[in-house]
């Protein structure tokens, strides 16, 4: 029931997350929505995955994606800002 909850949530956050890509208007408050959709929608699903499959070694799996999904989120997201910017702004 609980993993239920947690996978429905997820999606619920995906959902909004792909609306805010397509309706916010300029770049970084699009890549604001994009990092929600990683960092919160795709990490409740995985835990709520986690929680269907009870304690296996799919368990462990399902934890070290999380924790990858972490990292490679916020690494990504700072790497599109700063090219972003960078690219738009030749004086800095």
């Not at 916010?24 to 269907?52: C, E, K, M, N, Q």
């Not at 799996?61 to 997201?77: G, R």
């Amino acid at each position: 029931m609980i993993g239920s909850v947690f996978i429905l949530s997820g999606i619920f956050f995906i959902l909004i997350s792909n609306i805010g890509i397509i309706r916010f208007p300029d770049f970084y408050t699009r890549l604001h929505a994009a990092g929600v959709t990683d960092s919160s929608g795709a990490t409740l699903l995985l835990i709520g995955l986690a929680l269907h499959s009870q304690f296996s070694f799919n368990t462990l799996k399902i934890i070290l994606l999380i924790v990858i999904i972490w990292v490679a989120n916020s690494t990504n997201s700072y790497v599109l800002a700063r090219t972003y910017y960078k690219t738009n702004n030749k004086n800095v």
